[in-house]
């Protein structure tokens, strides 16, 4: 079975900086976009970044650019999202998404999604 499992939220201070942590489990992370998404409260869900791993390419959002980069350890089935300066409005749960079709993770409508994480930016 396929499965994701974010972690790695919590509470920080405006300006500072969080890694988010993705364990994927059950498929092949060489044939898949992989991504992180977010939604605050009363928001719709926001597209962050995502890994195209056909060709290594990545994405971002422009919030994200710049402050945020998305990597992950094929080896190690992991996925990660170092964020930097870190503002309240970056204040949300945090999901990590895959889908075998790239267009399906830009669109938003992965086929699998972990657990959200809880970001929450504040002094």
């Known amino acids: 079975d396929v499965q994701l499992q974010a972690f790695g939220g919590g509470l920080v201070q405006p300006g500072g900086s969080l890694t988010l942590s993705c364990v994927l489990s059950?498929?092949?992370?060489?044939?898949?976009?992989i991504g992180w998404f977010r939604q605050a409260p009363g928001k719709e869900r926001e597209g962050i970044s995502c890994?195209?791993?056909?060709?290594?390419?990545?994405t971002y959002a422009d919030s994200a650019k710049g402050r945020f980069a998305i990597s992950s350890d094929n080896a190690k089935n992991l996925m990660y999202l170092q964020m930097n300066n870190l503002k309240p409005e970056d204040t949300a749960v945090y999901y990590c998404?895959?889908?075998?079709?790239?267009?399906?993770?830009?669109?938003?409508?992965?086929?699998?999604w972990g657990q959200g994480t809880q970001v929450t930016v504040s002094s």
């Open positions: 059950g498929f092949d992370l060489d044939d898949y976009t």
């Open positions: 998404a895959a889908d075998i079709a790239f267009w399906r993770i830009v669109r938003g409508r992965a086929t699998y």
């Open positions: 890994i195209r791993q056909r060709d290594g390419s990545s």
